[in-house]
T-cell receptor
């Protein structure tokens, strides 16, 4: 069964304290791994797409990396405005059929000033 | 370019009633997917529409249905509401159908409360 697991469930950081969020997945043929940010009461905001192992993408203080079994979202010198829930999702290839997004439960990040 | 819009933003219904939610995708996007988000289950895929045809459906009962119009706008309907249907319902649009590698962009969601 295709599955996405995110850890930790919650993470509290001090402003400037760098850390990483983990997303491990088991899918029958990866067709993209997606990171989203979600603020309370809002829809998920797209951050990155990664397609193949070894790929990396950066945006401001965020850097996403991908291996064959997991992805990491590295947050460098976070600020309070980075506080949000970060969601990981994968799209699997089902032998020619359509592949919907499979989401993890998310990591709730809190950054204290 | 305007983002995905969903109406209404908040809704309170009684058990047994039915509800219709609306979604307008980003201009030019032809694929619309619907998700249910709850604290316990997280984001779960409901269904996807492209060119007015349902292309994919998640593991939800037949009380959940949807449709897409020729202008790509989509509606989802839930009949005979149950307390467990209380959730944030999210619509996401994409340039092309899922199954490709194109990302989906989400709307703000409709918060449905069933009492």
């Amino acid at each position: 069964e295709d599955q996405v697991t995110q850890s930790p469930e919650a993470l509290r950081l001090q402003e400037g304290e760098s850390s990483s969020l983990n997303c491990s997945y088991t899918v029958s043929g990866l067709r993209g791994l997606f990171w989203y940010r979600q603020d309370p009461g809002k829809g998920p905001e797209f951050l990155f797409t990664l397609y193949s192992a070894g790929e990396e993408k950066e945006k401001e203080r965020l850097k996403a990396t991908l291996t064959k079994k997991e992805s990491f979202l590295h947050i460098t010198a976070p600020k309070p405005e980075d506080s949000a829930t970060y969601l990981c999702a994968v799209r699997a290839f089902y032998g020619g059929s359509q592949g919907n997004l499979i989401f993890g439960k998310g990591t709730k990040l809190s950054v204290k000033p | 370019k305007a983002g995905v819009t969903q109406t209404p933003r908040y809704l309170i219904k009684t058990r047994g009633q039915q509800v219709t939610l609306s979604c307008s995708p980003i201009s030019g996007h032809r694929s619309v997917s619907w998700y249910q988000q709850t604290p316990g289950q997280g984001l779960q895929f409901l269904f996807e529409y492209f060119s007015e045809t349902q292309r994919n459906k998640g593991n939800f009962p037949g009380r959940f249905s949807g449709r897409q119009f020729s202008n790509s706008r989509s509606e989802m309907n839930v009949s005979t509401l149950e307390l467990g249907d209380s959730a944030l319902y999210l619509c996401a649009s994409s340039l092309v159908p899922s199954g490709s590698s194109y990302e989906q962009y989400f709307g703000p969601g409709t918060r449905l409360t069933v009492t």
